[in-house]
């Protein structure tokens, strides 16, 4: 197997899943023990499969049954249980827990009592009003369900795979081809090359001298539920989740070519053929070359193509047919976010669902040559919230620890508060004050109206201590829907209250979106780039925060994380502009 961690991780959220649907309770002893055992697992680092039963259960979170599953994986390739489960709960019934608002119970009732399957069964038992006749519901709960299922598909969550599930599977399957004997490259193209926030289909380019192997080894792997086709130059396969996977092996010559026909877009393709075309040459998925004589002009490298056409190198997530094949004639691309000096929006254990302590991430963020840290546990209007006295011992820890660091790294206490329904915050203005650095995000009352949402953030951003407003719109991609929020005003109180907004790089949020950005773009706004991370190993996804960033043309200047260092801590310490309102209070 060539990631035992993953395959640990996938069975256990597998696992998970239809426990929950099995046992119709998300709350189930079993479920909470699979989720335990996913973080101890995640926190590990050594070789699973090299581990005994009774070693695997040394590791934090893990019980007996669950080691012995692990190792059963491990020595089998399968585990009988998950076998079983998946027999009495198809797919497509497990895709209807992704309806915001349908859980496990009501899942099992519609299937019980309506023989719900899929999503097809729910439309039409909604259609036919079945449900408000089931004891407990009325119109109102069915009426509330019909809207969720409309959502679900006007977001497209039933046919796009949200990228938080499509890159972990996309590197999976390319580490997986590029151990296959005679692979000379593997790497996935698309829209989420491109990076996209939903994929449709996972676009996997190989080159190798043989396919089957190629092939052999794709359906084989253990993600793969069905083959749609099976080619010597195309393989399609769907995984259990439903996101379809293509495979192309094309020859070592062509790579470039195919590279930058897979990797799209289809317009900015489009483009680059008629340009092509208007120098008597043609451009396909195996190269450039003249009409006339067939001679290739170019097709072993995207940037020799690029090159022969008279541009600069496109980078991937720039590649959307918006203007960017006239700016690489002009040498006049958007540049991309140079060297990320600080991370500001960072958990740690102390943190009710924050898994690594502060000492493992100062460690980590100094590594990543970090002149700035901010750490920013919840606070305690979330249910993962601290209390007062743990903040102050944690702001003991943090000098001692700035001491040991000297003037290498500014470590900032810095605190994530919630933003409540009027826009009020947590604790009290003089024990906010106290902090080097405060986020304000919202975490709960999603449902809230565009005004009310937009009074809560603009009443937020107008308190002096709040520096910068965390994943503005609160969705989570594929799952809950952005809240409805009146961008112009947040952006316009933003410029006025000199608030930064923040672009959170976790992929289940990626929060501002690339639409959101380039709106906020126009603005004279500051964007702050972060990991949000709960674990040390979660410090690299402000790398995908950079990488929407300049999806979004976001100059470098306006990120601060980009800045010198010493305009970087100035910034950090700076007060804000109504920062004086604070003595009048
Ligand atoms: P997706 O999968 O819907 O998220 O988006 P893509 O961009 O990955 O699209 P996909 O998988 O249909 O095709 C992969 C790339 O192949 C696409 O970005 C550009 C290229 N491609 C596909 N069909 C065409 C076509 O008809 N014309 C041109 N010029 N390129 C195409
Ligand atoms: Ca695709
Ligand atoms: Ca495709
Ligand atoms: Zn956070």
Not at 136 to 154: D, I, M, P, T, Y
Not at 203 to 218: G, H, T
Not at 504 to 526: H, I, K, T, W
Request: glycine share 8%; charged share 30%; hydrophobic share 40%.
């Amino acid at each position: 197997m060539s990631d035992p961690k993953q395959d640990v991780l996938d069975m256990l959220r597998e696992l998970g899943e239809l426990t929950m649907l099995e046992e119709a309770d998300p709350q189930s002893f079993r479920v909470r023990a699979y989720e335990s055992a996913s973080h101890g697992i995640q926190a590990y680092s050594g070789d699973l499969s090299k581990l005994s039963a009774k070693e695997l259960e040394k590791i934090e979170g893990i019980g007996k049954s669950t080691a012995q599953k692990i190792r059963e994986l491990f020595d089998t390739g399968k585990v009988q249980k998950l076998v079983d489960l998946r027999a009495k709960h198809p797919a497509s019934a497990v895709a209807l827990l992704r309806i915001q608002g349908l859980g496990p119970k009501m899942l099992q009732r519609l299937r019980k009592e309506l023989g719900v399957q899929n999503l097809e069964d729910l439309k039409r038992v909604l259609a036919e009003q079945k449900l408000r006749g089931m004891k407990g519901l009325g119109q109102k709960s069915e009426e509330k369900l019909a809207e969720a299922v409309r959502r679900f598909e006007a977001q497209g969550a039933t046919s796009r795979t949200p990228i938080s599930v499509a890159l972990p599977l996309a590197q999976r399957v390319v580490a997986r081809m590029l151990e296959v004997p005679g692979v000379v490259h593997a790497s996935y193209c698309g829209s989420l090359r491109r990076f996209l926030e939903t994929i449709g289909d996972v676009d996997v380019v190989v080159a190798a001298s043989d396919p089957k192997p190629v092939m052999d080894a794709l359906v084989g792997m253990s993600v793969v539920d069905q083959v749609l086709v099976r080619g010597d130059a195309k393989t399609s396969v769907v995984t259990r989740r439903g996101t379809q996977i293509d495979v192309r092996v094309v020859e070592e010559k062509q790579l470039g070519a195919a590279r930058l026909y897979f990797t799209g877009s289809k317009g900015h393709n489009i483009k680059l053929r008629q340009r092509a075309l208007a120098r008597g040459w043609t451009l396909n998925e195996y190269a450039l070359s003249e009409i006339e004589s067939g001679k290739v002009i170019a097709s072993e490298t995207e940037e020799q193509i690029y090159e022969a056409l008279g541009l600069a190198f496109i980078p991937p997530v720039l590649r959307e047919d918006q203007g960017e094949i006239e700016a690489a004639e002009k040498g006049a691309l958007p540049r991309a976010v140079p060297k990320i000096l600080g991370d500001f929006h960072v958990h740690t254990s102390v943190s009710g669902d924050g898994r690594s302590p502060i000492e493992e991430v100062v460690a980590a963020a100094k590594a990543r040559g970090y002149r700035a840290l901010a750490i920013t546990e919840h606070a305690e209007g979330t249910v993962s919230g601290v209390g007062r006295e743990a903040l102050l011992e944690q702001r003991a820890r943090i000098a001692a620890l700035q001491k040991e660091l000297g003037s290498s790294m500014k470590l900032l206490h810095g605190i994530e508060l919630n933003i409540g329904p009027k826009g009020e915050l947590d604790y009290d203005p003089e024990f906010r004050a106290q902090f080097d650095w405060c986020l304000a995000s919202i975490h709960d009352h999603f449902e809230l109206d565009k005004a009310a949402q937009t009074h809560r953030v603009v009443t937020a951003m107008k308190d002096p201590d709040v520096r910068m407003i965390g994943h503005l719109s609160a969705r989570m991609i594929g799952g809950r829907p952005p809240v409805d929020l009146d961008l112009d005003a947040v952006f316009e109180a933003a410029e006025a209250t000199g608030t930064a907004l923040e672009i959170n790089g976790g992929l289940p949020r990626l929060d501002l979106s690339v639409d959101a950005l380039q709106r906020a773009r126009e603005r004279a706004v500051l964007f702050v780039l972060t990991s949000d991370a709960h674990q040390t190993d979660e410090l690299d996804r402000v790398e995908y925060a950079a990488m929407n960033a300049h999806r979004a043309w976001i100059p470098p200047e306006r990120i601060v994380n980009a800045w010198a260092p010493k305009e970087l801590l100035k910034f950090l310490e700076a007060k804000r502009p109504h920062e004086a309102a604070r003595g009048a209070r």
